[in-house]
T-cell receptor, first 113, second 113 residues
């Protein structure tokens, strides 16, 4: 068990560019979650997957955001046409399911200039 | 809709002193409650959780919390803090239909020697 990993750890991009983040959950965890954390705030839920199925999306997830988990293992979060307001820490977590602990990765810090 | 309020954004305390971090929640349904800790440049780590049963919950690193349904509170306590407890602490809630977490804004615990 190597924990949840995220790549890259830091990303600096210019406004209008597309970015993609990757999350590798703990193996055998069925559920995978994405959260966003801005400075001075707690994490905010974005979306989550049960295996490869995306079960819920927050209203925070605009049309510019898309998440996938194609084979029920790793997941990607893509942001198209980035805006300065997208600057945040993007956190990934995984768990066995409801009532089980969510294990968080170290996050990807996105800076949009 | 559920929400979490952490009344104190910062709590300074001297080493070996007791500490209480306050958390109040709002929900129209039964909830699960959690406390997470975030050390600098690290991911969120679960300290403890309340799902059901005994209202006094013990967690890692000597922390405990008490669920009070009438006051809709879930305050975190430690009888004697260490320098190493300096971190950001987040209270979170989820309901029984979905395990997405709703976080408070966090409390920064600063322990001084």
């Amino acid at each position: 068990d190597t924990g949840v990993s995220q790549d890259p750890r830091h990303k600096i991009t210019k406004r209008g560019q597309n970015v993609t983040f990757r999350c590798d959950p703990i193996s055998e965890h069925n559920r995978l979650y994405w959260y966003r954390q801005t400075l001075g705030q707690g994490p905010e839920f974005l979306t989550y997957f049960q295996n490869e199925a995306q079960l819920e999306k927050s209203r925070l997830l605009s049309d510019r955001f898309s998440a996938e988990r194609p084979k029920g293992s790793f997941s990607t979060l893509e942001i198209q046409r980035t805006e300065q307001g997208d600057s945040a820490m993007y956190l990934c977590a995984s768990s066995y399911g409801v009532l089980y602990e969510q294990y968080f990765g170290p996050g990807t810090r996105l800076t949009v200039t | 809709a559920q929400s979490v309020t952490q009344l104190d954004s910062q709590v300074p305390v001297f080493e070996e002193a007791p500490v209480e971090l306050r958390c109040n929640y709002s929900s129209s349904v039964s909830v699960y409650l959690f406390w997470y800790v975030q050390y600098p440049n690290q991911g969120l780590q679960l300290l403890l959780k309340y799902l059901s049963g005994s209202t006094l919950v013990k967690g890692i690193n000597g922390f405990e919390a008490e669920f009070n349904k009438s006051q809709t509170s879930f305050h975190l306590r430690k009888p004697s803090v260490h320098i190493s407890d300096t971190a950001e602490y987040f209270c979170a809630v989820s309901d029984r239909s979905t395990d997405k977490l709703i976080f408070g804004t966090g409390t920064r615990l600063q322990v001084f020697p």
